[in-house]
């Protein structure tokens, strides 16, 4: 997606303008920036959460901020304070306490000695009669030792370094080679050692590290995307919200799992449903409900055409399907089953029914869950056709390029309608069938009625005379479509919060 | 295969050679330096006594930042040797030191026979054995003892 003003658009009330909907990021109109101020203002829905989007600068200067702000309260070197963070896992404050408690446990939990007579590592000439114990060479120009005076020549040093860094993607814990040793290499002696481009990759593993360590941040999974994410809601919230995100870069995303947006269904329903869906236990309930087995060597027989007189292609047992028994004490009546009443064959048919039953539900939700997948995919062709349509449009009616940005805003919404609609068959799926599922059925179905309309409308082709009709119909359907989105999306977050239904599975 | 790894392989060689460590012994492959194969003498005052165990190491080119991968080729009984002869051993694993070489690797797992750790057993009957039922396991190693003779 090559456009940012969506969101805004999300945002906009029913009560929306013909001149304020064509905001482009680069194009800034007046109305746009009044848009926006409302639009911050505007009261939070049941379903969004608050974040904040971090960049990669933003995250390095909150490492940096914190590790002075314990550095200036514990007196200690900046690179021993970022040590003793990232073993406390940046959290400033039992850092702090600990440390006034006893300072000497937390440095030796850390693996730092504070040692003032030898403030930094050793890096220079070896001492006669040095061997390297990597190597056993004896005569290194070059050695290095970090305050537990573990001497190796440099290249062993090296080498060693850039392979926990580059094949481990270890960066707190690169303990001292000797063994037994658990000194901590520092930054600083890293810096000295390693290439340009090791320290480098040294450098991200600790950003990724700091991200990874604290619950409240999260990477954007959007390829190339360097931004984080920062959410401050508890992670035992998210089983009642839905925590969807978006990044700077359009990336939205569930904070909770790093899923694509799967509103409104909860992370924990979520695994469930792909997990159904990825496992074959389906085909199993296929072959139960579209076969039945030979009664007497038991090999599974899909009947597909013909009359009830079976005959087993393996065994050669001839049997009737209708009531399962051997076709000899059908006596004389042929192609017409009267033992259909009988009672062990009634119980066979109850329990192949209520498996079919269960099945054609899963086929139910699981088909217009991917179906709804599926017109997302061509959605984005339908984004093609109308970057093509929109040139068309300009070229053929007075509208200008702002006027015309109605089409690819309506092919935004019915993307974003439709990611919601499929998790709305995952939720349905696992719903247990009360009065209250029905406001949520009511919600879903009417969100895809207008979302199938919209979809329609925009399929159409253009006829030169009626752009102006059609571009009104366009921006009615397609701040309708949103605010049936909106509708469902607060119904549901609203409904989660107070418990209001009953799932077949169990909620953690 | 980089040559800092070939000169350490060959000065691990030699050092088991010139001042080997009881118990044990091990050389290089005639025709391939990276694979090594090692002979333990179970321990003394041990169920192993007298078994004569063999191992293959296999080394690359990472050696010795990375531990080469041990294995026994002896039929094992162990609470910490899975059944294909893989060892569940820390220095061969996360606590892996570059300073440590074939000597000190070898010493380690010797000691290992003498003191198992049934608690992240890697053969679970064994260790069970270990624990409840010390006389059978005892029998049951001296058959892997006696088995370790004939080939």
Known sequence: MSSDSEDNFMEEDSDYEFDSDGSDMDYEEPNDLAFAEVSDKKPKKAYEVDFSVQSLQDIKAAQANAISHVAGILGLSQDKAAQLLRSFKWNKERLVERYMDSSEDVLKEACIVLDDTKTTSYVGKPRPGFTCSICFDDTPSKVVGLRCSHLFCFDCYRHYLTQKIVEEGECRRILCPESGCSIIVDQPTVQKIVEPKILERFRQLLDRAYVEDLDNLRWCPAPNCENAVDCRLPHSTFDTVVPTVQCACGNKF?????????????????????????????????????????????????????????????????????????????????????????????????????????????????????????????????????????????????????EVQFLKKAVDVLTSCRMTLRWTYAFAFYLVKDNMTELFEDNQRDLEVAVEALSELLEKPIEREKIAELRQQVLDKTVYVDSRREVLLEDTAKGLGEDRWEFSFKRT | MSTPTRRRLMRDFKRLQSDPPGGISGAPCSDNIMLWNAVIFGPADTPFEDGTFKLALQFDETYPNKPPTVKFVSRMFHPNVYANGELCLDILQNRWSPTYDVAAILTSIQSLLHDPNPNSPANAEAANLYRENRKEYQRRVREIVEASWEC
């Open chain 1, 254 to 402: 569930c904070f909770g799992c790093g899923l694509g947006d799967h509103q409104p269904a909860p992370c924990q329903l979520v695994k469930l449903w792909q997990k159904k869906c990825a496992d074959d236990s389906e085909t199993a309930n296929w072959i139960s409900a579209h076969t039945k087995e030979c009664g007497k060597c038991q090999s599974t027989i899909e009947k597909n055409g013909g009359c009830n007189h079976m005959t087993c292609r393996k065994c050669k047992y001839e049997f009737c399907w209708v009531c399962m028994g051997p076709w000899s004490e059908h006596g004389t009546s042929w192609y017409n089953c009267n033992r259909y009443e009988e009672v062990s064959s009634t119980d066979a048919r109850d329990a192949q029914a209520k498996s079919r039953a269960s099945l054609e539900r899963y086929l139910h939700y699981y088909n217009r869950f991917a179906n709804h997948e599926q017109s997302a995919k061509l959605d984005r062709d339908l984004y093609n056709k109308t970057e093509k349509k929109m040139e068309e449009m300009q070229r053929t009616s007075d509208l200008s390029w702002i």
